[in-house]
């Protein structure tokens, strides 16, 4: 049973920056697409960026595009995301998510998810 745990979260001001780390267990992450979600208080979950099993795809949410950097790394088995220029509007759990077929399974519903960690973005 893969098993996922993200740390890195934290608070942080506007405008600064904060890495995500998603370590896994039980299985090794190069069987899986990986991707990053996120739920505001109130909102519902939302997809913030996925990367495909090689890591040659990756797809981004309109209001992360160009500060947001999803990668991986296969060898440490650990996912990563890179937040820049973050906002109050970026302030959320985020939640780790991997699933065996696709981007578009992933994107559809993950079958494994973290537990989630909390950013919050203010001055």
């Known amino acids: 049973q893969l098993q996922l745990v993200e740390s890195g979260g934290g608070l942080v001001q506007p405008g600064g920056s904060l890495r995500l780390s998603c370590a896994a267990s039980?299985?090794?992450?190069?069987?899986?697409?990986l991707g990053w979600f996120r739920q505001a208080p109130g909102k519902e979950r939302e997809g913030v960026s996925c990367i495909g099993k090689s890591g040659d795809r990756t797809n981004y949410a309109d209001s992360v595009g160009g500060r947001f950097t999803i990668s991986r790394d296969n060898a440490k088995n650990t996912n990563y995301l890179q937040m820049n220029s973050l906002k109050p509007e970026d302030t959320a759990v985020y939640y780790c998510?991997?699933?065996?077929?696709?981007?578009?399974?992933?994107?559809?519903?993950?079958?494994?998810w973290g537990q989630g960690t909390q950013v919050t973005v203010s001055s």
């Open positions: 998510a991997a699933d065996p077929g696709n981007l578009q399974t992933l994107v559809g519903g993950p079958d494994y």
């Open positions: 039980g299985g090794t992450l190069d069987h899986y697409a």
